[in-house]
Antibody, heavy 119, light 110 residues
């Protein structure tokens, strides 16, 4: 079945780095754009980044531009989020999610991985 | 503050119906499809409506979507206690080149 499994979350000090991974299975990963979406404790959904199916285009939410990098390895069916210069406000559950072609709906979501930025 | 505006909360009795609004602009809802997501407590979001008014396989027809101009609406009929969740609208903003989510609406089934 279609599945997205995130990993790499944890507790990290402000200013440090963390890399999240997302393993995709059950579909042709190289045919889909992929998002990272986060949710701070008790808050709503916040889009973080999008990468096109072939990695040729990347888009970022303003507060993470220059600090976060989205990437993918289609040969391994993997999505990544490199997070540098982490801030306390980056504390959230991070979801990996699939972007449906044409309709652009976020049609498949992972279970999320928790990132806590704290000294 | 979200680009897409939703009411923070709505409530209704079991068996009744509710409508959740999502207001945007000409660069997002006005020109792109709207999706709706349901997030049950402690779980990941799930796609409920896509392409403004279509339901993925497995979503009951109690859930419906509509759009007019720069606003969209999620309708839920025959409310059940299991429908208690947070509901989010979402769409692409072509001006900002960013995916947008509404602030979310908490549904309480009294």
């Amino acid at each position: 079945q279609v599945q997205l499994v995130e990993s790499g979350g944890g507790v990290v000090q402000p200013g440090r780095s963390l890399r999240l991974s997302c393993a995709a299975s059950g579909f042709t990963f190289s045919s889909y754009g992929m998002h990272w979406v986060r949710q701070a404790p008790g808050k709503g959904l916040e889009w973080v980044a999008l990468i096109w199916y072939d990695g040729s285009n990347k888009y970022y939410e303003d507060s993470v531009k220059g600090r976060f990098t989205i990437s993918r390895d289609n040969s391994k069916n993997m999505l990544y989020l490199q997070m540098n210069s982490l801030r306390t406000e980056d504390t959230a559950v991070y979801y990996c999610a699939r972007r449906a072609p044409r309709t652009y709906a976020v049609d498949v979501w992972g279970q999320g991985t928790t990132v806590t930025v704290s000294s | 503050q979200s680009v897409l505006t939703q009411p923070p909360s709505v409530s209704a009795a079991p068996g009744q119906q509710v409508a959740i609004s999502c207001s945007g602009s000409g660069s997002n809802i006005g020109i792109n499809y709207v999706s709706w997501y349901q997030q049950l407590p402690g779980t990941a979001p799930k796609l409920l409506i896509y392409e403004d008014n279509k339901r993925p396989s497995g979503i009951p027809d109690r859930f419906s979507g509509s759009k007019s101009g720069t606003s969209a609406t999620l309708g839920i009929t025959g409310l059940q206690t299991g429908d208690e969740a947070d509901y989010y609208c979402g769409t692409w903003d072509s001006g900002l080149s960013a995916e947008m989510f509404g602030g979310g609406t908490r549904l309480t089934v009294l």
